[in-house]
């Protein structure tokens, strides 16, 4: 009997799964095409499936949504998001890096040390914050990019390196740093006392092995799925300087002409989408930390007061931000409300929850 039950529950677990193909194939009335320029081992994967699953069922197989991984749809940020103003692809994901040229403000989400953890982060990424960036890029776009979500793309980004650990900014001194194209992420590096050095993704473990760059800002399951440690990256440290924000964006025009009861089909979905990319990293970043140090990787934590340090030495970024960049002072103020409003709310809970 319980083999049998077994079998039951199989089947009708394969059933859920694959009813949203079924739906797909048969009966919608909208499509919605996504990409996401990863992997299926990526939380960008994770959050796509959830809201694949989720937007296909609640509305009863009226909207279809098309998955497509990697780069056959597109294979840069400026291109990817020409396609979501254009209308050829209708969801894509990209980090604040690969949106900075076309909405130069989203790098507020690489400003340093503003969020303090997990929970602050969450809650700032459901809060009026993202409303703000939303009327934004829509003002900037001609009403035709929408921003439905920000999620989680890797957890924290920590500085790593090849050569020593770094544990104030003296430590710092020195060290050819890898950032992307953005501004912002090389004023931090300068503001610690680093050389910036851009360098494309895919060229970065070469780059290590040939010292051209000797650390970066990354999170610890992108070091450890590109494999960084074999090409000479043994010392991290965990100052979790920023979230590695995941900025989630829709066709306007698409997301408009769904009728009302979709379109809270659709927001939901992306909703769901989001808490599957906060949960994703978390899981995987155990795993990620125990290869590391496993391979000989060294894991420093940073000291109230060596964080303070950091803190401090990276202040001037906010200025530069607020000053050199389109929409940044507004936009700067309304993160750090965010997560001031965060964590005093926090804070307080926890001060009930202990007594």
């Known amino acids: 009997m319980k083999s049998i039950l077994k079998k039951i529950g199989t089947a009708a677990l394969g059933l859920s799964l694959v009813a949203g193909a079924t739906w797909s194939a048969y009966a919608a ?34 909207i279809a949504v098309e998955l497509f991984i ?86 924290w980004r920590n500085f790593a390196n090849t050569k020593r650990v770094v544990k104030t900014p003296k430590d710092m001194e020195g060290l050819k740093i ?29 780059s290590f092995q040939t010292g051209v760059v000797e650390g970066s800002k990354n999170g610890i399951t992108d ?33 408009k002409s769904l009728p009302e009861d979709l379109r809270q089909v659709v927001v939901d979905g992306f909703y769901g989408l989001q808490q599957a990319t906060f949960a994703s990293p978390k899981r995987k970043s155990i795993q990620a930390y125990a290869d590391f140090v496993r391979g000989g990787g060294n894991l420093y934590v940073p000291s109230p007061s060596e964080k303070g340090a950091f803190q401090q030495a990276a202040a001037p970024v906010y ?10 002072a507004t936009i700067f103020d309304s993160l750090k409300s965010a997560a001031e409003a965060a964590q005093k709310e926090i804070d307080e809970a926890s001060a009930r929850d202990l007594n």
């Open 223 to 255: 070091i450890m799925g590109m494999k960084f440690p074999d090409a000479g990256l043994k010392y991290v440290t965990l100052d979790g300087h920023a979230y590695m924000g995941a900025l989630w964006w829709m066709n306007n025009d698409k997301f």
């Open 178 to 206: 890898r950032t992307v194209v953005a501004d912002l992420p090389q004023e931090l590096v300068k503001a610690l006392g680093a050389s910036p050095t851009p360098i494309p993704w895919p060229e970065l473990f070469t």
């Open 29 to 62: 009335d909208f499509t919605i095409r996504a990409t996401a320029n990863s992997n299926e081992n990526d939380e960008d994967y994770d959050g796509l499936v959830v809201f694949k699953n989720y937007v296909e069922s609640a509305s009863n197989g009226k």
């Open 319 to 328: 200025d530069w931000f607020k000053t050199n960049v389109k929409n940044g």
């Open 70 to 155: 990697g780069t056959q749809l597109c294979s840069k940020g400026a291109e990817c998001l020409q396609g979501v103003a254009d209308g050829s692809i209708d969801v894509y994901i990209s980090t604040s890096g690969g949106a900075a040229g076309a909405f130069p403000y989203v790098q507020v989400l690489d400003l340093p040390y503003l969020m303090r953890d997990d929970r602050v982060a969450e809650k700032v990424l459901q809060s009026d914050f993202v409303r703000t960036l939303r009327d934004m890029a829509l003002a900037d776009s001609g009403d035709k990019i929408r921003l439905m979500t920000i999620g989680n793309t890797g957890g």
